[in-house]
């Protein structure tokens, strides 16, 4: 097999993995016990999270091809940050969906904000481009966390926000 297509298999296939994960967990958990709790005034209709979602694993896709593709310095590091926050998407949909544990998926939700930035600032320093592509997706993450512990006080699980 050709690095090429190596690299463009790794850029792929593992965002693909985690996206179906995910969308799998999260249909099944808002069709499931999440439709019977209290939302947010805010919350978005649920068309509009496949649409993020599509986004920003496209930018994922496209900014990991080019830190694979890149000898730069750091090239290890950033490599690190993205398969763990690959693995904390996971998790966080695994604990709120599946497991119907919010407060744990909040508590991993800010973990993967600190992921994310982390990682955003190791792609920038071996492609500008790489890094900004995944703006976005910190933006979201954020507001995702936000409904998370929004979530939270609104269906008196924690007292304080």
């Not at 926050?85 to 973990?111: A, K, N």
């Amino acid at each position: 097999m050709s690095n090429k297509l190596k690299n463009i298999l790794l850029s792929i296939v593992p965002v693909v993995i985690t996206g179906a994960i995910c969308s799998y967990l999260s249909r099944t958990g808002v069709a499931g016990w999440f439709s019977t709790m209290r939302e947010n005034s805010f919350m978005p209709p649920n068309y509009v999270f496949s649409v993020a979602w599509s986004i920003i694993y496209i930018c994922l896709m496209i900014s990991f091809y080019k830190i694979l593709r890149s000898n730069k310095t750091g090239k290890e590091s950033a490599i690190r940050l993205y398969w763990q926050q690959l693995i904390l998407q996971v998790l966080w949909c695994v604990t709120f969906f599946g497991m119907q544990l919010p407060l744990i998926g909040g508590l991993i939700i800010l973990w993967l904000i600190i992921t994310v930035f982390r990682m955003i600032r190791a792609f920038l320093k071996i492609s500008t481009f790489a890094g900004t592509l995944n703006y976005f997706y910190l933006l979201y993450i954020c507001f995702a966390a936000f409904l998370n512990w929004a979530f939270l006080y609104g269906n008196g699980l924690i007292k304080t926000f």
